[in-house]
């Protein structure tokens, strides 16, 4: 008889931890998280700020907001000036803006990709 309760629960246990194996891989790649592009801050004043950036320009164009010090901030784009290392752009916030830090560096949302996939970039040497 105890045999038999041991069996019952090994295969018990055993049918647990496949089902939990299986959800965590289909959660592992189905879950999207954010990544973000940090950009540098070049000036600020007042309700405007000057950032330096060699990223895409459709990457400010398709965002209106950007993140500092997990405060969200959204802007609208006044001008730009292109230079040999990347471009130049004038960025009119909503909201009042104030360095914490001496930080420099802003973040931008970049695009939505799956835990496995930032797993496998994270394992990459570059």
């Known amino acids: 008889m105890r045999s038999y309760k041991k069996k019952r629960l090994l295969l018990l246990s055993f049918v647990i931890t496949f089902i939990l194996t ?3 891989f ?3 790649n189905t879950v999207k ?3 973000y592009n940090t ?3 070049l000036n600020i004043d ?4 000057t950032v330096f950036t060699t990223l895409d320009l459709d990457l400010f164009e398709d965002n209106n907001f950007f993140y500092y010090d997990t405060l969200k901030y959204t802007y ?3 001008s730009k000036e292109d230079s040999e290392d990347g471009v130049i752009l004038m960025l009119e916030l909503e909201k009042s803006f104030r360095l914490v830090n001496d930080d420099m560096v802003i973040l931008l949302p970049n695009k ?7 797993i496998i970039d994270s394992w990459r040497v570059k």
């Open 76 to 78: 609208k784009i006044n």
């Open 26 to 28: 289909y959660l592992i």
């Open 33 to 35: 998280l954010w990544t």
């Open 39 to 41: 950009v540098s801050i």
């Open 22 to 24: 299986i959800v965590f």
């Open 46 to 49: 007042d309700n405007v700020i």
């Open 112 to 118: 939505r990709e799956t835990i496995l996939s930032l």
